[in-house]
């Protein structure tokens, strides 16, 4: 059986990355494209391997969960009470792309303590997604390659363009300024490349390439591995060559056993059966596509926010020329036929699915809300997904890449090349605008910083920070306020201690009826901790903890008293 899975593993590889005349020289164009325009968007700050002081928010996260398993001495799991004391907790509820934290710590011995390489993984991201965008486009062109097709500059410039329309999607860069995993979308474009790859291989060769491509998707995150879930099985679902119901349905079950082992395998179903709030908030505007929150250079429409988490978790601009893009396919395919030699029918249904999705159940017209009511299973299942605005990147991804496809089949050779460039040039223009927003943001942002009192440490050992209420429990009015797991977790992270506070994408609930039962936390003091109460926790237990804590307030936190257990003598 071995032997067997190897003899056709090694088939497939060799058939998926086989290599055409000249696009060894059209990958080093694409490399260099994405070390310019990281640098436009990004700046040169995020490549200072030593500068910590712009992770925030969310990246303090990802940081802080990285910084912690590298550190974490004896453990190559994920499961650790580090942060979550005394409870163990999967690190991958910290978004850390858990398919490279586990054999980077292999390698952690190499890198200094302190530093980070965001800034170059970002850089990657680029690289990827325009490599894809890249293949991707030259794997349409192949579906419809004429005699002379080879000759000329002309299927150069349409790959590259389909490199740099994938390249410089504003929803990209929107992750960019605020989530690690949530930019590795190059896993999508990539699906469509091997989706487009694999559509007429044997069932065998289809199943190694589709499933390993969702393996590797789950193991970053499980939004992008529902949307490449979504990308392959409509795919899958809408093969021409090989329409036959017994092989879709076992393409379709192999998807999703893959899919939800994948997940079990990274540590994500630990948090599965958590709906935490924000479904239909951080959605999709019907009018997304053309929102680009006043920012873009040559389409600044700043549309209202009725839900007030659709400026971010909703931004879905496609940019001017990729609009322009869109409607010119539009009008080609009404007044032409349909190819069926493009997987047009599948690419228009994943897209429409995606948009759909993205809306959620509250659907929203600019300033206009319609309640739309499904099944209580189904709207218990989409609840899951808070964030449901982000379902459309996979979408505008497959728009791009059948957009280019169809103008270069339906119009004639220089005439389709040269409107696909000029396309191009005018989506740069117009994302240049969001791309310096972006670079401006990161250039401003800065962490919370925290003093810790000598005297909270002095003549004693200190293994643990107690945090009363913890994020987890009451993030509004935890000491320090929204922000301290970037506090507590630099503090704790720095000296080497656990803590009982953290803020992860899903809170399991053993972990909330553990931390958040503050009479029974409090009923037992640990001589090893340091105390941050609140002054309302402090003031409504001040009973139980006055003979076992000496409180006073902190000269940095406001409304917090800092304690030390008391020693009896």
Known sequence: MLPTVRFYSARFLKTLFRQRSGQVQGLAIVGVLAVAWALMSLGTRPFNIFDTEWLWGDFAQVYLGWSKH??????????????????????????????????????????????????????????????????????????HKEPDDTRGWGPLLIQLSGAVLCMTMPIT??????????????????????????????????????????????????????????????????????FNWQIQIVKIAALAATGLFGLWFFGFTSGAGVAEGGYGVFSMNMLGPIDSNGFATLLPLDIVDPTTGQTFEGFNYLGLGLILLILTMSILLYRTSIDSRLPIVAALTISCFSYMLALSTTVTFSGVTFVAHLPEFAENILKRFRGSGRFFWVGAFWLTIIAVAVLVRRLPG????????????????????????????????????????????????????????????????????????????????????????????????????????????????????????????????????????????????????????????
């Open 414 to 569: 220089r005439l389709g090349v040269t409107i696909i460039v000029l396309i191009t040039i005018v989506q740069c223009i117009d994302v240049a605008g969001y791309s310096l927003k972006t670079r401006h943001a990161i250039s401003s942002f800065q962490r919370l910083h925290y003093t810790l009192p000598a005297e909270a440490i002095a003549g004693r050992t200190v293994t643990t920070v107690k945090v009363f209420p913890p994020w987890q429990c009451d993030p509004f009015h935890t000491p320090g306020g929204v922000r301290n797991y970037e506090i507590f977790g630099f503090l704790t992270l720095d000296h080497g201690w656990t803590t009982n506070s953290f803020y992860a994408a899903r809170t399991p609930e053993n972990q909330k009826a553990y931390h958040c039962d503050y009479a029974s936390r409090l009923s037992e003091i640990d001589p090893t901790a340091i105390y941050f109460l609140s002054t309302a926790i402090h003031d409504s237990y001040a009973a139980e903890i006055g003979s076992r804590l000496n409180c006073k307030p902190d000269e940095e936190l406001l409304e917090t008293q800092i304690c030390r257990p008391m020693v009896p003598d």
């Open 173 to 242: 860069l929107n992750r960019f300024s605020g989530h690690t995993a949530l930019s590795s979308q190059w896993l999508l474009i990539m699906s469509i490349w091997v989706a487009l790859r694999t559509r007429d291989s044997s069932l065998r060769a289809w199943l190694i390439g589709n499933c390993a491509m969702i393996l590797l998707a789950t193991g970053f995150n499980p939004y992008l591995a529902v949307m490449v879930g979504i990308s392959l099985t409509g795919m899958a679902f809408f093969q021409t060559r090989l």
């Open 70 to 143: 590298m550190r974490e001495p004896g453990s190559w799991g994920l499961l650790s009470t580090t942060a979550s004391d005394p409870i163990p907790l999967n690190f991958s509820l910290f978004d850390p792309m858990p398919i490279l934290m586990v054999p980077a710590k292999l390698i952690a011995w190499m890198f200094p303590a302190g530093t980070q390489y965001f800034g170059f993984y970002f850089l990657l991201c680029l690289f990827l997604q325009a490599t894809f965008g890249y293949l991707a486009t030259s794997e349409v062109l192949e579906l």
